[in-house]
């Protein structure tokens, strides 16, 4: 009996092992094309090269390089996002560019500084090595009076102005930089309001969308312009029936410095009736299921979607509304995890969307 239990343990160690040497390694590699001088509020050119490592047979999905700008050599929270680009599957030993339009911030102190650049910044793939997924790079910003774009919406629209809570509406909007300066990417967040005016500490996050480069106005042009729509985005079952506002606010978090301030936000009329059926509420719970919750930080998060059909795609987001990471299930796929050893403690929401289905669980890391 002992050596049966031994060799049973023995072929476990050895699927594990043969599992772990099967996982692919994303690093940053060279030639790389990266300013060593930028000037605040600068438009700059950058890019550099994924590859995957590993055993012959392993490969990656999302093979994605975010861009930085770091006070330091170390990446964390505190660094400027200035951007991200992805490769499609690639298999070991291949590898792809990925380049960006980096708007260097316009309000960054002259000095010293690094470029950062990460593989897999979203943790979209699991890795036989996670350590080697940042390179950095010395760079040099100067002060100087840069021309700054002015993002603005035109002609926003909702999907349904009448909307039961717990139920679902949409959003669709031109968005347009009428500045001199060009502009990153940049975000657009979506926001349940009793009144008109933006507020982040009692305005409830709906949602969130990320836009890409907009050149700035010139020659004697009114800007460039681009469309966006939020298809879903969910009323909280728990809102009070009443007259609301849906807020679409372009550069919530003030990431980036605009010529003009003011006009960042557009109010649509939303009135919320009545709650869904008991039966809608139990169709959005089986929609949906996550597990442990409150979850321990590093435990992961078990999550079962029911019929969620094919295209459907979980979004992890912070309480600010930030994407952590995100994944798409398969056709058919109704269990997932994600891995949340990296994550902080704190709030977040685990959302799933696909046709016909919008489900949004809030959840809790300790």
């Not at 000037?39 to 975010?66: D, E, K, L, W």
């Not at 809608?280 to 930080?297: G, I, K, R, W």
Request: glycine share 10%; net charge neutral.
């Amino acid at each position: 009996m002992k050596k049966i239990l031994l060799s049973c343990w023995l072929l476990v160690g050895l699927i594990v092992s043969l599992k772990a040497q099967n996982r692919p390694d994303l690093i940053v590699v060279a030639p790389y094309s990266l300013p060593t001088a930028v000037q605040a509020g600068g438009t700059y050119t950058m890019s550099a090269h994924i590859r995957v490592n590993g055993n012959p047979g392993a490969g990656a999905q999302f093979n994605c390089v975010g861009y930085y700008l770091s006070a330091n050599s170390a990446w964390d929270a505190t660094d400027a996002y200035l951007g991200s680009s992805c490769q499609g599957l690639l298999m070991a030993g291949q590898s792809g560019p990925t380049s960006i339009t980096a708007i260097i911030p316009a309000l960054v102190s002259p000095g010293g500084y690094y470029l950062v650049l990460v593989a897999d910044p979203l943790n979209a793939e699991l890795e036989s090595d996670e350590t080697n997924n940042v390179v950095t790079f010395p760079v040099q910003v100067t002060s100087g009076t840069p021309a700054l774009p002015d993002l603005e919406l035109w002609r926003p629209s909702i999907s349904f102005s009448t909307v039961p809570a717990g139920g679902n509406t949409g959003a669709f909007s031109f968005i347009f930089n009428r500045g001199a300066g060009g502009v990153g990417a940049h975000e657009v967040g979506f926001y349940l309001s009793a009144d008109t005016v933006f507020s982040a500490s009692t305005d409830v996050f709906m949602g969130q969308i990320t836009g890409g480069s907009l050149a700035g106005a010139s020659n004697g042009s009114t800007g460039t312009g681009t469309v966006f729509s939020a298809p879903l985005l969910a009323v909280p079952a728990t809102t009070a029936p009443g007259s609301y506002y849906l807020l679409l606010v372009i550069d919530q978090r003030n990431l980036i410095a605009e010529s003009n301030e003011n006009n960042n936000s557009r109010a649509l009329r939303l009135v919320v009736t009545g709650t869904l059926s008991k039966r809608a509420v139990t169709a959005s719970e089986e929609a949906l299921q996550v597990y442990p919750n409150p979850a321990a930080s590093g435990s992961g998060l078990k999550i079962r979607t029911g019929a969620a059909g094919p295209a459907a795609k979980l979004t992890l987001t912070d309480a600010m509304g930030r994407t952590v990471m995100q994944q798409t299930l398969q056709p058919a796929q109704t269990e997932a995890s994600l891995d949340t050893r990296r994550l902080p403690a704190g709030i977040y929401l685990v959302r799933l969307t696909a046709a016909g289905v919008a489900a949004t669980r809030r959840v809790v890391i300790n």
